[in-house]
């Protein structure tokens, strides 16, 4: 089944600073979507990037999309207390499945 | 109204137990889905409902099963579970089955005793 593989698996960064991870995946997508999961509780949509696009912007977050490498990065810019949670990335193919996801820790 | 509703938020249910998870949404999204997630652990793919018709089992165990009553509405019973299946088991929708975004309700936090 196609999943994505997020790298890295946790990280920690100060307050205001930036956070990027990366998803890599299988096979031919239809789009990726990334997601986020505050502890134990249900995922919030970011963003999703169709398969003919190559960048887009939501707010804080720029999502970057290479078909050719099958790879994909999520940046949060100016990063705040409130964007520590789990990142996953979903590789849409015929479904909607999620890689291990990266876990990102904002000290204040 | 863009939310998806889970019921109950937490269930405790013995080993020959039969109880049923409820999902509901009411933005009219043609796609359902359950997933099971594990404590530190992505979620996992379990069901899909398209047009109110399964169109995934990700070979789920037969103690697991699911039903789509109408396009609004997704049940997940539930029967003879194995301590191993305690988990937050998540149900979302989506307009059409992933060229979409995916709304996620809050979960059930499962635990079978």
């Known amino acids: 089944s196609q999943q994505g593989e997020e790298d890295p698996q946790a990280l920690s960064i100060q307050e205001g600073e930036n956070a990027t991870m990366n998803c890599s995946y299988k096979t031919s997508i239809n789009n990726l979507q990334w997601y986020r999961q505050n502890s134990g509780r249900g995922l919030v949509h970011l963003i999703l990037?169709?398969?003919?696009?190559r960048e887009k912007h939501s707010g804080r977050l720029r999502v970057t999309l290479d078909t050719s490498k099958k790879s994909s990065s999520l940046l949060i810019t100016a990063s705040r207390a409130a964007d520590t949670a789990s990142y996953f990335c979903?590789?849409?193919?015929?479904?909607?499945?999620f890689g291990a996801g990266t876990t990102v820790t904002v000290r204040a | 109204d863009t939310e998806v509703t889970q019921t109950p938020k937490h269930l405790v249910m013995g080993m020959t137990n039969k109880k049923s998870l409820k999902c509901e949404q009411h933005m009219g999204h043609r796609a359902m889905y359950w997933y099971k997630q594990k404590a530190k652990k992505p979620p996992e793919l379990m069901f899909v409902y398209s047009y109110e018709k399964l169109s995934i089992n990700e070979s789920v165990p037969s103690r697991f099963s699911p039903e789509c009553p109408n396009s609004s509405l997704l049940n997940l019973h539930l029967h003879a579970l194995q301590p191993e299946d305690s988990a937050l088991y998540l149900c979302?929708?989506?307009?059409?089955?992933?060229?979409?975004?995916?709304?996620f309700g809050q979960g059930t936090r499962l635990t079978v005793v």
């Open positions: 979302a929708s989506s307009q059409d089955g992933g060229n979409t975004e995916a709304f």
């Open positions: 990037i169709r398969s003919n696009e």
């Open positions: 979903a590789p849409h193919d015929y479904k909607l499945s």
